[in-house]
């Protein structure tokens, strides 16, 4: 019934497509007008369309039209590339907030321009977000050439600019390239700044992501995370590793009445780790302790946990690559190496002690944000890819953002053959070498698609074993990325990728290739996501170019063993298939596609889980950060928040000495006030001036002594000066706070799990949880402020010059070593001024060489003058 009706109204993406279909009509009926123009007429007509939208005068939907036009007749002149219609349609279905889904080799390049130039107009910034430096580069210089003939700046955000000045300036151009790493990093460092003008960013306008699916829905697994040194102990992770290497691995029980075998058992499917009660007494013999989930053992259970994982489920040169003595990230969906990024809770330094390199001390999260929650900081999202309907949904709820299917410019002719199964994983291989070999011998070019580095070095073997020439792309020569990958069309070539290395680039073939059947692309294994798979295929067949894909897989793949069906195994049993032999059939490949939608409802949940979790701590983020760029703000007077928060934080003295409103005033603890206000600000109370006096004349006493405490000490310092003192401390105490907070926050998250077997929701024991911690950390933010301006003291130019002085005399009297008798020795070492380091002097205590007298009036009596902050 369904189908049959979209056969008469069309689908919902063909109703959609038709729409934009009609609004070309407007753009190409001025394509006349603007080629009769000069480029000075051009330029000038853009300018004042520009300006209109600046002062608003008109919106930017009133001028699409002209833009899109201006663009595409500028493009012909300076880029030599016409828009075709599917392009015009594509430019306006970002220009919407929406994702346009494009095969490979429709140019989205080209484009991205379109909507870039209509909201680069405002002057607000545009973003355009790419999976590798080299394609940030490229596009930003290749497209920058339309950019400019139209007055439009261009930046590129890389990552080996490491000067401040140099990213302002890259993001203040009215159009910024770079990677979602770097964007989502400069947002994290620019939250940690002292000052506004040393942030790099300025406003999240409008932000196209090429390769969506990529940097939205793969990389959102990882958290961005600036991470510091925790100080914590690493022998725990070398005792830990020896203690995995020892264990046995069993059988998970496949019944209520069965039992584990072994010491653990793997759930591959979600990766965790299950020890066994056999493994639990085995451990502990091992460690040598009573009971290894004690309180006092908790840390060695997760290491032991951590390091199973490392040796069971994260494979080398799979999961990892091992590069200079360091354990590198490789990602799973493009085969790039993660730089900079580490496994979180432990299972780095566990895979560290695995292949005995350097343990890196563990790392405490400074500040972290998800991809997710960075690009919904803009005002308007969209993206472009070859690959998104398979995700729509997700797309859909988690980010707001509509998928488009956009038709190609020429028909795809492109040949996707069925899928050929075989028994074993050696039989798979002999039949993808035997077919290489005979397409090469043909001179057609052939891309092989692998699932790892693994697989691909044990096909470049056997490449090498049958003498075909070839060439490997993979995360460890991934530098050579795009050269390789353009060389993939030539006569006879035979090239391996790892999953989708080379994305962007694209294969151009000549029309002898074209001949010979255009580029042959050959999968290995399926993998998790058939997106990916999508991916591989849309490499060949480009702009209506021949070309032919077929997938080789065998009962031994990951995603068969893991996932798939028995189904296939059976008719493989029921058919007798010899070895060598392989079977082919839609059912059979419609069995592997079943596999894979589940593998990517896990997946989904798994970033939908992680979302839940972040979007509590994100309203935390975004508090906070609001709370530092106001105190980063010039015009920010902060004199009525300290005054409020003394307030605040005396009340809360007393609150924890029970003195109450309406309590016996003669009960008041007026040695623990006085001693606590000693403790936390330095300053000194007389317990007699606080005696017989109430609850409100109590606190509005100490108030009035704390008050002209902080006065006296600041009256020596210009008000300039002293507004700058007292943000840095503020920001020094959120920063500090936040710090601890996160930690917290990822300490709570790690066992929060756990109360699932209490039969209470672990999201919601989460939000309760975080919700006290974060009212924790802004009563800890009111209290901790104050105690730092309270406690902070000055040095006078003068107290640093006596200081100098003092240090040079110390260093001149080491030199000459006097040679003085005992007691003279003694006595100018009463008389000598001595600097505590430890603690600074205050003026009014007695002076620590003995004499007796007020340190003002000894060893300090270098009166007070205007001062640096100490």
């Not at 398979?390 to 859909?396: I, L, P, Q, V, W």
């Not at 709370?627 to 009340?651: F, G, Q, T």
């Not at 007691?823 to 380091?837: A, L």
Request: proline share 2%; glycine share 6%.
């Amino acid at each position: 019934m369904i189908s049959a009706i979209r056969k008469v109204f069309g689908t919902k993406n063909d109703r959609e497509v038709k729409k934009y279909f009609s609004k070309i009509k407007a753009i190409n009926a001025l394509e006349s007008k603007y080629q009769n123009y000069s480029d000075d007429e051009l330029k000038s007509t853009f300018n004042a369309l520009r300006e209109d939208i600046k002062n608003g005068k008109k919106t930017q939907n009133e001028v699409l039209n002209d833009v899109f036009a201006i663009v595409r007749e500028s493009s012909k002149r300076v880029l030599n590339m016409r828009h075709f219609d599917v392009q015009l349609i594509g430019g306006m279905v970002l220009n919407d907030g929406k994702i346009a889904e494009m095969k490979t080799g429709e140019g989205k390049t080209l484009v991205a321009t379109l909507p870039v130039v209509l909201n680069a107009m405002s002057g607000k910034g545009v973003h355009v977000v790419t999976v590798n430096d080299y394609l940030a580069k490229r596009d930003a210089q290749q497209m920058g050439v339309l950019y400019n003939f139209l007055g439009l700046s261009v930046g590129v955000v890389l990552n080996s600019i490491h000067d401040d000045k140099s990213r302002q300036e890259a993001y203040g151009a009215d159009i910024t390239y770079g990677t979602n790493n770097e964007f989502g990093f400069d947002y994290l460092r620019d939250n940690m700044k002292f000052s506004a003008d040393q942030k790099v960013q300025r406003e999240h306008n409008f932000v196209i992501v090429d390769e969506v699916d990529s940097i939205l829905i793969d990389e959102a697994r990882t958290p961005l995370i600036i991470s510091g040194p925790t100080n914590r102990t690493l022998d725990g992770y070398i005792r830990a590793n020896e203690v995995a290497k020892q264990m046995i691995r069993g059988e998970a029980p496949k019944t209520p009445e069965e039992k584990a075998t072994g010491d653990f058992t793997i759930d591959e499917k979600n990766k965790t780790v299950m020890i066994t009660e056999e493994g639990i007494t085995k451990a502990e013999k091992l460690f040598g302790v009573e009971n290894l989930y004690s309180l006092d053992n908790a840390i060695l259970s997760h290491h032991l946990d951590q390091a199973l994982k490392a040796h069971n489920i994260f494979h080398k040169d799979v999961d990892y690559v091992v590069r200079n003595g360091e354990i590198v990230i490789v990602d799973e969906f493009t085969g790039r190496l993660s730089e900079g990024r580490r496994y979180s809770e432990g299972l780095h330094q566990a895979l560290e002690a695995k292949e005995s390199v350097k343990i890196q001390e563990e790392s405490q999260t400074l500040a972290d944000i998800t991809f997710q929650n960075y690009f919904r900081l803009y005002e308007k999202l969209s993206g472009m890819t070859g690959t998104a309907q398979t995700e729509a949904t997700e797309f859909s709820q988690i980010y707001g953002l509509d998928v488009i299917s956009i038709p190609t410019n020429v028909p795809v002719i492109r040949k996707d053959q069925n899928d050929l199964i075989y028994k074993t994983e050696r039989e798979k291989f002999e039949a993808v070498i035997k077919e290489i070999r005979r397409a090469n011998s043909n001179g057609q070019p052939v891309l092989v698609g692998t699932a790892s580095i693994e697989k691909s070095e044990k096909l470049h073997e056997l490449l090498v074993k049958a003498k075909i020439p070839h060439s490997v792309l993979n995360a460890k020569n991934h530098e050579k990325e795009a050269e390789i990958i353009m060389d993939a069309g030539a006569k006879g070539a035979v090239t391996i990728a790892t999953n989708m290395a080379g994305r962007g680039v694209d294969i151009k073939i000549s029309d002898e290739i074209k001949a010979l059947g255009g580029l042959y692309i050959i999968g290995t294994e399926r993998h998790e996501s058939r997106r990916i798979d999508n991916q591989l295929r849309g490499r060949s067949g480009r702009q209506g170019d021949p070309g032919e894909s077929r997938f080789y897989l065998s009962l031994e793949d990951n995603l068969l063993r893991i996932f798939g069906s028995d189904k296939i195994k059976n008719i493989m049993e029921r058919l007798g298939i010899k070895d060598g032999e392989h079977i082919e059939s839609k059912m059979v490949t419609r069995a592997v596609e079943n596999a894979q939608k589940k593998v990517e409802s896990l997946h989904f949940e798994s970033r939908k889980h992680i979302l839940e979790y972040d979007d509590v701590a994100n309203e935390q983020r975004k508090t906070i950060y609001r709370y530092r760029n106001e105190l980063l703000d010039e015009n920010y007077d902060l004199s009525d928040k300290i005054k409020l928060n003394r307030s605040e934080y005396i009340a809360n003295v007393l609150d924890n000495l029970e003195i109450f409103h309406g309590s016996i005033k003669d009960n008041f603890d007026i040695d623990g006030v006085v001693s606590i206000i000693e403790n936390d600000c330095g300053t000194h109370i007389q317990k007699e001036d606080l005696l017989g006096l109430d609850y409100d004349d109590l606190a509005q006493k100490i108030n009035e002594i704390l008050e002209q405490s902080y006065e006296a000490k600041m009256s020596f310092i210009d008000m300039e000066q002293r507004k700058h003192i007292e943000k840095v401390l503020y920001l020094q105490v959120v920063d500090t706070a936040w710090r601890e907070h996160l930690y917290q926050m990822d300490v709570l998250k790690t066992g929060i799990g756990l109360r699932g077997y209490n039969h209470k929701d672990p999201l919601v024991e989460y939000k309760k949880e975080s919700y006290n911690l974060f009212m924790e950390l802004v009563n800890r933010l009111k209290f901790d402020s104050i105690k730092s301006l309270q406690i902070v003291q000055f040095k006078t130019r003068e107290d640093i010059e006596a200081e100098e002085a003092l240090r040079k005399l110390e260093e001149k009297n080491e030199d000459i070593k006097f040679n003085k008798d005992e007691e003279q020795q003694e006595t100018n070492s009463k008389r000598q001024p001595i600097v505590n380091k430890e603690r600074k002097i205050r003026r009014n205590e007695p002076c620590p060489c003995g004499s007796g007298k007020k340190y003002k009036d000894c060893c300090g009596k270098s009166g007070p003058k205007k001062g640096l902050f100490a």
